[in-house]
């Protein structure tokens, strides 16, 4: 029961703050549109009988959407495009070694909201919680053994990650004039796996943002 109460919260969330009475023109909504790139770290935690397992993959993102301010209070709703590589070795079933090089492509829609707590004409902090729908879409891998290689895509499901995952988000960011800068943590709601044991899910990104 507790994601519907989530997603209506941030579904209600821009109502509640557009929906109020201005006291002068100045309050009006203010919306900027925002371009973004950045980097990720990602880490794995896989929750095994033998104990905890932690794997950690580069990653980048670029995404854009807009953001509605009004006084205090601000709304966010961004599209991003994710990628993040992975690599590891192991044996096949016969004993051959072999060496595994890939990437993860995924999408996410966050839906954001927060507090400004200071602004001036050039500068504005943010402060922000996000729940994130997360979707994973494509593997690209190479395996190379002695004497082979293979290149594969594939779906989330063949190597056992979820498709969908819900992530709840914080984070801060500041404008400086018309340039954005934004870090944030995020945390995975469900297993980020399909596999019999949970695997949590760990994300802190850095992203520079323009704003038109």
């Not at 794995?44 to 580069?58: C, I, K, Q, Y």
């Not at 890939?102 to 996000?130: C, D, H, R, W």
């Not at 290689?149 to 400086?176: C, H, M, S």
Request: charged share 15%; proline share 5%; glycine share 6%.
């Amino acid at each position: 029961m507790k994601k519907p109460w989530l997603i209506a919260l941030f579904v209600l969330a821009p109502v509640l703050v557009l929906a109020s009475p201005s006291e002068s023109c100045a309050q009006q909504p203010k919306m900027d549109i925002k371009l973004f790139f950045g980097g990720s770290v990602t880490t794995f935690v896989s929750m095994l009988e033998t104990g905890r397992v932690r794997d950690t993959f580069a990653g980048w993102q670029v995404g854009f959407g807009p953001r509605i301010r009004r006084r205090k209070a601000f709304v966010e709703v961004l599209f991003s495009f994710n990628r993040w590589a992975f690599a590891f070795q192991d044996l096949l079933e016969d004993g051959t070694p072999f060496t595994a090089v890939g990437q993860v492509n995924s999408f996410e829609l966050p839906l954001t909201m927060g507090y400004i707590p200071y602004k001036n004409s050039i500068f504005k902090l943010f402060l922000y919680a996000s729940f994130v729908n997360h979707f994973n879409t494509k593997i690209i891998a190479t395996l190379t053994a002695p004497g082979q290689e293979v290149t594969a895509k594939l779906r989330p499901k063949d190597l056992e990650l979820a498709i969908y995952q819900a992530i709840g988000r914080v984070g801060v960011n500041f404008d400086i004039a018309m340039f954005n800068f934004d870090f944030n943590y995020s945390i995975s709601l469900n297993s980020a796996t399909k596999t019999s044991y949970r695997t949590s899910y760990h994300q802190l990104q850095l992203n520079i943002g323009y704003l038109f």
